[in-house]
């Protein structure tokens, strides 16, 4: 299933996850080359049927963050699926799970019991608060984590309603915590022989990407709201409405880039209003500066503004849109789209992987596998289990197998 030499070709990763945060950070092992088994119920996991979008049975949402596995569905309310979900833990170099707290302690899998049966196990758990503390057993989703963290609060127009991110940064956030904390547990166990116990909660991992607006918050005891299209700081960071109504933004934060910025925009007399003429001054007269550039922006469309200031060497980008961004001649060059195809004739198109390593194979391009597709390879490649044996555990409803 994965390439030779990949960076972490003859790893094993025994994937317990469901929903996002988890299976992004699988995903992300998978492209890198290790063995994923992702283990399913006989219902399968439930972004399988999220809508609106399906290839087949299986929902778009699964098929973009599910390449390069191999799909095992085993009942893990039967003491047989919890033994074979045992032994495949134990043959595993790390376990990803994101049950909720104390789920998997109750059925007999806790990753203490387990790592002490193999203390070089890696053991990832995900969750929405942790493991401890008051939240422990609260329900955690994407945007009710961004709104505890204090994310929300800051998106949205100034005076304007709280705004969650137009992307579900809270589990792709935790999913990147996890594989980097995953990663770094195996470095560890090079030197040591030893694993880990991993415990990711995802309201942390968005406290700790308040970065420096809490550190100003712990500093001047003022609390920031939302931050709108612009920087507190600079106010030619930030985005303008073209005439095509597309919306370009420029970060012109240096003396140079504000003088190229002027000019590009036609009003170099800008450049000897003394209320302009450094940052401070351009940041204490805000409110009469940025309706000067709001209006300049509106005389021409957004691509011929992009090409006017980047003439003068000032930062800028349009904020494209999906279609344009599918397009885009970099996004493109640097495979950053995916055309995924299944032997069946089934194809989807997904979101690339952003890890380009010079030296190293290009990643496989598997497409999702159906639910329980792997299940019967796996238990014969990893278990050696006998055909008879994989039989009588499809007969038992104990696994489903294709």
């Given amino acids: 299933m994965t390439g030779m030499d990949r960076p972490l070709s003859g790893i094993r990763v025994l994937d317990l996850t469901q929903f996002l945060s988890g299976p992004f950070a699988t995903q992300m092992f998978a492209d890198l080359g290790a063995e994923i088994i992702k283990l399913e119920p006989p219902q399968g996991d439930p972004i399988r049927e999220v809508p609106p979008h399906f290839v087949g049975d299986d929902s778009v949402y699964y098929l973009c963050i599910n390449r390069n596995k191999r799909c095992v569905a085993v009942d893990m309310k039967q003491e047989a699926g919890r033994a074979l979900v045992k032994r495949l833990a134990l043959a595993s170099d790390i376990v990803m799970e994101n049950f909720r707290p104390g789920v998997l302690d109750r059925l007999g899998l806790s990753a203490e019991a387990i ?136 970060t012109a934060n ?18 000897s209003d003394p209320r302009f003429s450094i940052n401070k001054d351009r940041l204490t007269n805000k409110a009469v500066l940025v309706p000067m550039l709001e209006e300049a922006f509106h005389a021409r469309n957004a691509d011929e503004w992009v090409t006017l200031l980047e003439r003068e060497e000032v930062p800028v980008g349009v904020v494209n849109t999906l279609d344009r961004v599918m397009k885009d001649p970099q996004i493109r060059h640097r495979n950053m789209v995916l055309d995924l195809g299944s032997s069946d004739g089934r194809r989807a198109s997904v979101a690339g992987n952003p890890m380009k390593f010079k030296d190293t194979p290009p990643e496989e391009k598997n497409y999702p596998g159906t639910l329980g597709a792997d299940t019967a390879a796996v238990l014969k490649d990893v278990l050696d289990l006998s055909p008879s044996e994989i039989a009588d555990l499809v007969q038992a409803k104990t696994i489903i197998a294709h």
Avoid at 149 to 171: F, K, W, Y
Avoid at 254 to 271: C, I, K, P, S, Y
């Fill in 115 to 250: 790592r002490k049966e193999k203390p070089s196990l890696i053991w990832c758990s995900i969750s929405g608060f942790g493991q401890d503390g008051p939240y422990r057993n609260k329900p955690a989703y994407d945007m009710i984590v961004q709104a505890l963290s204090g994310g929300m609060s800051l998106t949205g127009e100034a005076g304007g309603a709280p705004v969650r991110a137009g992307i579900p940064i809270g589990d792709l956030a935790a999913g990147l915590y996890a594989s980097v904390a995953a990663l770094a547990a195996l470095n560890r166990r090079h030197t040591t022989g030893l694993g880990d116990t991993i415990d990711i909660s995802m309201l942390d991992c968005q406290a700790a990407m308040l970065c420096y607006q809490a550190a100003y918050y712990m500093h001047s005891g003022v609390v920031p709201g939302r931050q709108g299209r612009g920087h507190e700081s600079i106010p030619t960071y930030r985005s303008f409405e073209a005439k095509d109504g597309l919306h370009v933004v420029i």
């Fill in 254 to 271: 240096t003396e140079r880039m504000w003088q190229g910025l002027a000019r590009a925009l036609g009003h170099e007399e800008w450049l």
